[in-house]
């Protein structure tokens, strides 16, 4: 449904001037009613506008559908949260044999002892997995392939079986759609405007295409705990482990200290005093960010195509979630534009 001229079109379309943003897409999720707003473009070569029907790539945003689906996988006995993932891939670095040891839930919760994204050095285990947090969207990569195996299916056959299709996520997919071609946001580097992200293959760690209308709606099936048992769905938003103070990857040894409301669950970021989820997205030209409160019932997504989206984090959020939220202090702290 669009809302032109919507007092939250122009609250956004503001925002967009100030912060310098390329193009964006909002939806608030209240009680299980979602608003939708769109302002800014999606292609400053061809000047087209984001309208509520852009799809966006979101990035790490991927990495909580994800989680929803698998964790239903393990409602269902499919899976097992604790059993190693090598006893259906190789160990991925066979020299160590504490790499043999992750888990599901080591990389659910970014415990897994292995560093964010795959370099040109060979990968190597940092810590015992389960030893503290470290963000690391590599595990979700090796998560993939021992999920893939297990179900004998595709990754995006999975999540469309198990997430799309019940909850009517009509415009989202892990993998490049042709469907998308005349309504795709393109990123953005300050004014220039980079490659779309048309990803061939789905990856469990960053190539969700979406809209924020299906993203709300993910966000509104999570508030209710649709389709997980209560046990797991508690423990989804519940924090496993704190993360280390003023850092997202930490891998030289156990943190001195921890942050003291913001932890991690089994594929959400979580701040425990305030029954909230969050979860950020970041890939060049693109930043996203959802949080969910459980206490009010009520969520925001952002979606844009610009490296300077976040900055729109702390008003977006403080529009549906008011008050102070130690996530976006910590993540405006450590995630670059």
Not at 105 to 115: D, K, S
Not at 293 to 298: G, T
Not at 301 to 323: A, K, Q
Request: with cysteine; hydrophobic share 40%; aromatic share 8%.
């Amino acid at each position: 449904m669009d809302f032109e001229d919507s007092p939250l079109d122009m609250h956004l379309q503001r925002l967009l001037a100030k912060e310098l943003v390329t193009g964006a897409s909002v939806a608030y999720v209240r009680k299980g009613s979602i608003e939708i707003a769109a302002a800014g473009l999606r292609d400053v070569g061809t000047a087209d506008p984001a309208n509520v029907r852009t799809v966006f790539p979101v990035a790490s945003l991927t990495k909580p559908v994800v989680s929803y689906a698998l964790l239903q996988l393990v409602d269902a006995g499919l899976l097992d949260l604790d059993e190693p993932l090598s006893r259906s891939i190789p160990p991925i670095v066979p020299e160590d044999p504490t790499s043999a040891l992750i888990t599901l839930r080591h990389v659910l919760t970014h415990t897994c002892g292995l560093e964010n994204i795959r370099g040109k050095e060979s990968v190597r285990m940092y810590f015992t997995p389960g030893s503290w947090f470290s963000y690391s969207s590599l595990g979700f990569s090796l998560l993939q392939s021992a999920v893939e195996i297990k179900t004998g299916q595709g990754l995006e056959a999975t999540l469309r079986r198990l997430v799309f299709e019940p909850l009517g996520m009509d415009s989202s997919s892990l993998e490049w759609q042709e469907r998308f071609l005349s309504n795709t946001a393109s990123p953005h580097d300050e004014e220039e405007r980079l490659e779309t992200h048309c990803p061939s293959k789905a990856n469990a760690s960053y190539s969700l295409l979406t809209t924020a209308h299906d993203y709300g709606v993910f966000v509104a099936a999570v508030l209710r705990g649709d389709r997980l048992k209560r046990s797991t769905w508690e423990k989804w938003l519940t924090a496993n482990v704190m993360v280390p103070k003023g850092a997202i990857v930490h891998l030289g040894g156990p943190p001195s200290a921890t942050e003291a409301d913001i932890g991690w669950g089994l594929g959400w970021g979580v701040e425990p005093s305030q029954s909230t989820f969050f979860q950020w997205g970041k890939m060049s030209g693109v930043r996203a960010f959802v949080m969910g409160s459980l206490k009010q019932q009520a969520g925001v997504v952002l979606l844009t195509n610009s490296n300077r989206g976040l900055r729109m984090m702390d008003s977006i959020t403080h529009e549906g979630l008011p008050g102070e939220h130690a996530a976006i202090r910590w993540l405006a702290d450590n995630v670059s534009e």
